[in-house]
């Protein structure tokens, strides 16, 4: 068979053979609404009713076989829930594969590209349980394949083979690390990674190979992890590819997929030169992709987009031709999930069970000294004490507890995630999600340093404590007392450039305007 594109000019081999019998199938398939999809069951339970929200892929007839890809999530497993209305998440995701085997009843395979950690924090401890839960979710969502991409190469041989041993062991697991051309430990007989698969869908067999690219490759080649190629290499993709075509040729497949954990310009060079793969999907798109199908010659290229906010689907029809769109994962289409929101508590409970090791994972104090509480401010600041014990900022670590208000049913608590807590509690740094050794711990140990307090903006109080508590009212101010106060200065300037935007980021709080919430908590002046 060859495939058409929407123009109707032939696509290109192979679906090879049995023509007349596939498209009986999939007539068959569309006219029975008790049809088997491929894929196992994601509704959980009490899964909103989809007539509450907008219909999805509402002009699109039933496809003889869907293709959901995704990939660069960068450790986002779900949106913040600082702001109203966050797109993306494994819970919404979930929603996408939901109406599309069992509303929809379409045939369904779904691949991820790669990329599903935050390389800055790839050596912090939360990263491998995160990394856990996301492979486990990718199962559970009936993924049937994960790329190796830049962030999964930056765990090492040891890190990937280790992540493998504990999940393949578990009843159920079928989301393999696939690449054609990296190797760990210098053998191919370790079970990880699979060079390449063969699944069926829609009456389909359908080839996914899978390359780390040279561009990511020389990527990663400064974190030491290439070092040694007895432990892992990566060859070049263009040596390994023919043999890899050829291969899957041989068992007959009827559609040639390439997951590309590279840049966009080198994932179109591949297109272009292995015209072979009817769809190549790519790492390195843009955050949000854009929506209309792009072909590299006759290949389908597909951009996943970037932060979990988007899916890629594609849809192969009897005529042999794609449909290809992007699907925001947005409140306007989709609910949680809730086989994913268990995802998400598990994650949380792990956490919570590994806290000893990552609440020791700390930082050293700012030079101006150590965190010590609202409480050492309010007796001598007692109108900024006022003004900000009646602000949300006071009750920044409550909202982690029990969510926004009216999301509390369906919230999970996050008070032992660094991730979240780092913009919630005193004494963290809030981009790179590390507590200081003086910060917040928990609330057994540090209570008075729950919430986000005066430190986090003015810095460490200590040295300024420490000062003002020795003086005597009526004696001359001393040194220590003037390098004190000026520690703690903080200018509206600085604040509205600098220290705000460090939690009122673009991801976690897209529409904050410094001028319109600064009345809100303005506290300057001594005015008591």
């Known amino acids: 068979m060859r495939f058409s594109s929407p123009t109707g000019s032939p696509l290109k081999k192979p679906l090879i053979g049995g023509l007349a019998g596939l498209w009986m199938v999939a007539c068959l398939g569309a006219c029975n609404p008790q049809t088997k999809t491929d ?33 660069d999530i960068h450790g986002y497993l779900e949106p913040c829930g600082c702001t109203e209305g966050q797109s993306g998440g494994f819970a919404m995701r979930g929603d996408l594969l939901r109406q599309l085997r069992e509303e929809k009843k379409w045939p369904v395979t779904a691949f991820d590209v790669g990329g599903s950690l935050n390389d800055a924090r790839i050596n912090y401890p939360q990263t491998k349980i995160k990394f856990a839960s996301i492979l486990n979710g990718l199962n559970k969502l009936g993924y049937k394949g994960m790329s190796l991409g830049k962030e999964e190469l930056l765990l090492g041989a040891e890190g990937i083979f280790t992540q493998f041993t504990n999940l393949a062991a578990e009843t159920g697991f079928d989301t393999p690390f696939l690449s054609s051309n990296v190797t760990i430990f210098g053998s191919k007989d370790l079970g990880t990674p699979t060079p390449s698969r063969i699944v069926e869908v829609g009456g389909l067999k359908v080839g996914v190979a899978s390359i780390t690219g040279e561009s990511t490759k020389k990527s990663i080649e400064n974190a030491g992890v290439l070092r040694d190629p007895n432990e892992l290499s990566i060859d070049d993709p263009r040596t390994i590819l023919p043999q890899v075509i050829e291969a899957l040729k041989a068992k007959k497949v009827d559609v040639l997929v390439l997951l590309s954990a590279s840049s966009m310009e080198e994932s179109q060079a591949l297109a272009q030169e ?41 849809g192969l029809y009897p005529d042999k ?43 050293p104090n700012p030079q101006s000294g150590s965190f010590t509480g609202v409480d050492s401010c309010k007796t001598c600041h007692t109108h900024a004490y006022n003004v900000w014990k009646n602000s949300k900022h006071a009750h920044a670590f409550d909202s982690l507890e029990k ?23 005193t004494g963290w740094d809030p981009q ?48 220590e007392m003037i390098a004190g106060r000026e520690s703690i200065r903080l200018t509206l300037t600085k604040a509205k450039n600098e220290t705000c935007v460090r939690c009122h980021d673009g991801d976690n709080s897209p529409h904050f305007d410094f001028d319109k919430y600064w009345p809100k908590v303005n506290h300057s002046g001594r005015k008591d």
């Open 39 to 71: 894929g196992p069951s994601t509704s959980g339970t009490n899964a909103s009713s989809p007539a509450e929200k907008k219909a999805l892929l509402a002009d699109w007839g039933a496809p003889q076989a869907t293709f959901v890809f995704t990939g």
């Open 274 to 314: 292995f015209p072979d793969f009817n769809i190549v999907v790519t790492a390195g798109s843009a955050e949000d992709p854009r929506l209309e199908p792009v072909y590299i010659g006759k290949t389908l290229l597909v951009q996943v987009g970037r932060k979990g906010k988007n899916a890629a689907v594609v």
């Open 321 to 363: 031709t794609f449909k290809s769109t992007i699907v925001p994962l947005s409140v306007d289409y989709f609910t949680d999930l809730p086989l994913m929101i268990d995802l998400m508590r598990n994650y949380q409970a792990d956490l919570k069970a590994a806290w000893p090791e990552l609440s020791a994972h700390s930082i």
């Open 403 to 425: 969510g926004r208000p009216g999301k509390e049913e369906s919230w999970v608590s996050r008070i032992f995630d660094p991730e979240c807590l780092a913009c919630h509690v």
């Open 432 to 479: 790179r999600a590390l507590r200081y050794e003086s910060g917040f711990i928990d609330m057994e140990k540090t209570p008075l340093l729950a919430g986000q307090q005066c430190e986090n903006c003015h810095g460490p109080g200590s040295a300024h404590v420490k000062a003002e508590t020795a003086w005597e009212r009526g004696t001359p101010v001393t040194p």
